[in-house]
Nanobody
Framework: QVQLVESGGGLVQAGGSLRLSCATS????????MGWYRQGSGKQREFVAY???????NYADSVKGRFTIARDNTKGTVYLQMNNLQPEDTAVYYC??????????WGTGTLVTVSS
């Protein structure tokens, strides 16, 4: 069992930055991938970024060059540094972890609002 708690969301002006954190508790060693998804108002949840245990990363095209994901394996924590935020980045951001057994775990989300 893995529990995920996000923090770091808030209100920022366009062009600004925020850093999201996701703290993990439970069976940290069982986690294979960790990442972030987001869901804007009236939209479907979409992939943002993920990082594997070896540090390999993947990003959605919409955030490449602006967002950076990082992972601390010893703490089971994943971070999302978001730079040059734009109003279209406004969404609830969810932390995600997939275990080696293929089980998906989700946090409750943190709201990011970008004003123009």
């Amino acid at each position: 069992q893995v529990q995920l708690v996000e923090s770091g969301g808030g209100l920022v002006q366009a062009g600004g930055s925020l850093r999201l954190s996701c703290a993990t508790s439970g069976s940290i060693v069982s986690i294979k991938f960790m990442g972030w998804y987001r869901q804007g108002s009236g939209k479907q949840r979409e992939f943002v970024a993920y990082v594997g245990t070896s540090g390999n990363t993947n990003y959605a095209d919409s955030v490449k060059g602006r967002f950076t994901i990082a992972r601390d394996n010893t703490k089971g924590t994943v971070y999302l540094q978001m730079n040059n935020l734009q109003p279209e980045d406004t969404a609830v951001y969810y932390c995600h972890a997939r275990t080696w057994g293929g089980v998906d775990n989700w946090g409750t989300g943190t709201l990011v609002t970008v004003s123009s």
